[in-house]
């Protein structure tokens, strides 16, 4: 028993194991919906209130009179934004679910759900959306998608 527990702890000194260093990080919703101006599908990172402007007019184009954007400060924070968009019937939502610092990149997490055959929902054209708020990074995004369809039997 002695020799193999030895052996198991070479073996593991000798593995050059690459540590992942990731760490689950802080956001906090700023704005999420199913109607907006935005038609494409398209995931986007804010990181100047010149950006944020012109995208918060085409994101309110379709309200009259537009809402007024939030305050946000650009020294500290950037924003992080998703779209599906434009889709032929309510029931569709996409969420910004979790998002993870990694050394050289940050990980978005999204969930996209559709309507499932049997669900009920509104005949009208939606465009989801979700916006969230990141502290400032000069890291590089990567966004992953993950599909789901609600069951309404």
């Known amino acids: 028993m002695k020799n193999y527990l ?8 000798c593995l050059n194991v690459k540590k992942i260093e990731t760490s689950e990080a802080e956001f906090k919703n700023l704005q999420k919906g199913f109607y907006s101006g935005i038609r494409e599908k398209k995931e986007m990172v804010i990181k100047d ?4 402007l012109k995208l918060w007019k085409d ?3 379709i309200f009259l009179p537009s809402p007024e954007p939030p305050d946000i400060d650009f020294n500290k924070y950037i924003l992080i934004c998703v779209f599906m968009g434009e889709k032929p019937t309510g029931g569709y939502e996409i969420e910004i679910k979790r998002i993870f610092e990694k050394k050289e990149e940050i990980s978005v997490y999204v969930k996209e759900v559709s309507p499932g055959q049997n669900c009920i929902v509104t005949m009208a054209l939606t465009q989801p959306y979700h916006i969230v708020i990141f502290k400032k990074t000069k890291k590089k995004f990567k966004f992953y998608f993950e599909e789901e369809k609600r069951n309404c039997s």
């Open 6 to 13: 030895a052996f198991l702890s070479f073996l593991f000194s």
């Open 49 to 52: 209130k010149e950006e944020f």
């Open 59 to 61: 994101l309110t184009s």
